[in-house]
Every structure is written in structure tokens, then in C-alpha cells.
């Protein structure tokens, strides 16, 4: 049976122990002068500002950049009600999950990872989210595939959930790779 066509973006399955994931999460503020709307499973990265209370600032991250964490959430600030997805051009404190050791859940819409792809580093192909499901539409680019130790995620495996399989649509399990918080890193 054929994997059924429905990116999320990185959905947290579990931490690096493999025990459910808690999300290190850390709030974020997104202003209102980003033209991009963020969804729940979008990965952001800080943008070097801060809110005038000193919370650092998060824009999504760029298709081959680094990674601050994933969006898990949204506060709600202001009159603005937003459920599951930030607006663009929305001043907006944003919930992320910057836990290095969380392996996520992606969408591979190339079909080209196999099993002998696990270890290999990747990076995600952008998409504007639903505005239905409020969910990302970002997927794993099977096609940028390779040792290179800058791309985005690194390829854990296949997510073992029924009816997965390996080819188009596949949900794979990835990790942070070229992250922004780990110790000796640059600075953004």
C-alpha cells in the first residue's frame, strides 16, 4: 500500500533516550515586520533580536541553515488569536522545542530514501503551511542527501507506524543537525 501524501512538518516523537519527548521548550518572539507565517512543526532559527523585554527573536529557518528548534506552540499575545499558526506580518511569542536530542517525524516527498540512507545528513524543502489543518508543509529533501556534515537533519530511519514504507511519501525520523545551540558554535 502506497505512504499517503500528508506533510506536517517535524512532529516531536521522542528524545535521544527514547523515551517520549518533553520538548525543551523556549519562548520566542517573532515581530510583526517577518512576512512569514509560522505553523505548528515549523523550524525556526533565532534571527540575532530580541523583544524589548530581552526574549530572543525567531524567524523560520532558510531551506540549508541552521536550526534553533522546531515551533511546538503559540502564546497568545495581544488581541490576536492565533491557534496553531502565527500570521504573517503578526507580532507574535511562539512556543519551541530546541532539545537537540528530540528525534521528529518528517514527510519525504522524493521517495528516494532507502535503508541504507540511515546516518546520512539531509536538508528540508519549505512550503507554506495549512491554514485548514494549521499544520507545516515542510519535508525532507531526499534529493539533498549526503555526508555533508551542514545539512539541516540527520536521517535516523524509518518511523515504524503501520503501512510506512520506504519510497514516495515516506515518514522518516530525523534529528537536528546543524543546529545553532550547541556549544562552540557561531553565533547567529
Known amino acids: 500500500m502506497p505512504n499517503v501524501n500528508t506533510p506536517f512538518g517535524l512532529k516531536p516523537l521522542r528524545d535521544g533516550a527514547s523515551g517520549v519527548s518533553t520538548g525543551g521548550l523556549e519562548m520566542f518572539y517573532v515581530p510583526a515586520s517577518d512576512g512569514t507565517a509560522l505553523f505548528i512543526g515549523d523550524p525556526v532559527v533565532k534571527n540575532g533580536s530580541s523583544d524589548a523585554a530581552g526574549v530572543a527573536g525567531a524567524v523560520r529557518a532558510a531551506a540549508g541553515g541552521p536550526i534553533t528548534g522546531v515551533v511546538q506552540g503559540l502564546v497568545p499575545y495581544?488581541?490576536?488569536?492565533?491557534?496553531?499558526?502565527?500570521?504573517?506580518?503578526?507580532?507574535?511569542?511562539?512556543?519551541?522545542?530546541?532539545?537537540?536530542?528530540?528525534?521528529?517525524?518528517?514527510?519525504?516527498?522524493?521517495?528516494?530514501?532507502?535503508?541504507?540512507?540511515?546516518?546520512?545528513?539531509?536538508?528540508?524543502?519549505?512550503?507554506?503551511?495549512?491554514?485548514v489543518t494549521r499544520r507545516s508543509a515542510v519535508v525532507l529533501n531526499a534529493a539533498s542527501k549526503a555526508a555533508t556534515a551542514t545539512l539541516a537533519l540527520k536521517i535516523q530511519g524509518l518511523s515504524p507506524r503501520p503501512g510506512n514504507e520506504f519510497g514516495a511519501y515516506a515518514k522518516v525520523l530525523v534529528k537536528i543537525n546543524a543546529a545553532t545551540e550547541p556549544n562552540a558554535s557561531a553565533g547567529v
Open 78 to 131: 495581544g488581541t490576536t488569536n492565533m491557534v496553531g499558526l502565527r500570521a504573517a506580518s503578526t507580532a507574535a511569542y511562539i512556543l519551541v522545542n530546541t532539545d537537540l536530542d528530540t528525534v521528529y517525524e518528517i514527510q519525504d516527498t522524493a521517495g528516494t530514501i532507502a535503508a541504507a540512507d540511515v546516518g546520512l545528513n539531509a536538508d528540508m524543502t519549505l512550503a507554506a503551511g495549512s491554514t
